[in-house]
């Protein structure tokens, strides 16, 4: 019986990679996307991918999910049948020094996702709204804002996306 395959977007991030070990142990074929960004350190997403995510067998793709043509090509490539989507740009100051950034990641990209799930029939889709906030001396809390699952080839209006 052939894998579930499923993309993880922002696979080479803390939440990512966690989230690519555990589709793995239980039993997904994952293709990770990600831009590699210098948001946060480079070698540590590489890292990452090459010490964290040692022994478990994936394919990686480095790419701008802004980038729908590119995008498009990963989707006819592989046939996924579902796809973990969390990819975003980070930082709330950085967001106000290059809201182009922000828009092209945040915006264009999960557009880009959710019309190419839409297109190649995934049967699921997953985007995940992640907010960070900074306390005290640099303790991050984590708080999951958002996880709707989408059903790509859903006629009804009834599935909604907020993006704050």
Do not use: C
């Not at 960070?132 to 709707?148: D, F, M, P, R, T």
């Amino acid at each position: 019986m052939e894998k579930l395959k499923i993309l993880v977007t922002g696979g080479a991030g803390f939440i990512g990679s966690h989230a690519v070990k555990k589709l793995i142990d239980d039993g997904y074929a994952v293709v990770i996307a990600d831009n590699l960004n210098n948001y946060y350190s480079q070698k540590l997403k590489r890292d990452r991918l090459k010490i964290f995510l040692k022994g478990y067998k994936f394919d990686f793709v480095k790419i701008d999910i802004g980038n729908y043509k590119n995008l498009k090509k990963i989707f006819l490539k592989y046939k996924f049948n579902s796809v973990l989507h969390l990819a975003a740009q980070a930082g709330v100051r950085y967001s106000l020094q290059n809201p182009f950034a922000y828009e092209k990641s945040n915006i264009l990209g999960t557009l880009n996702i959710l019309e190419l799930a839409k297109e190649f029939n995934v049967s699921e889709a997953t985007v995940v709204e992640l907010r960070s906030h900074h306390k005290g001396w640099g303790e991050v809390a984590i708080s999951l804002a958002l996880a709707e699952h989408l059903s790509a080839t859903s006629k009804t209006s009834d599935n909604e996306l907020t993006m704050e």
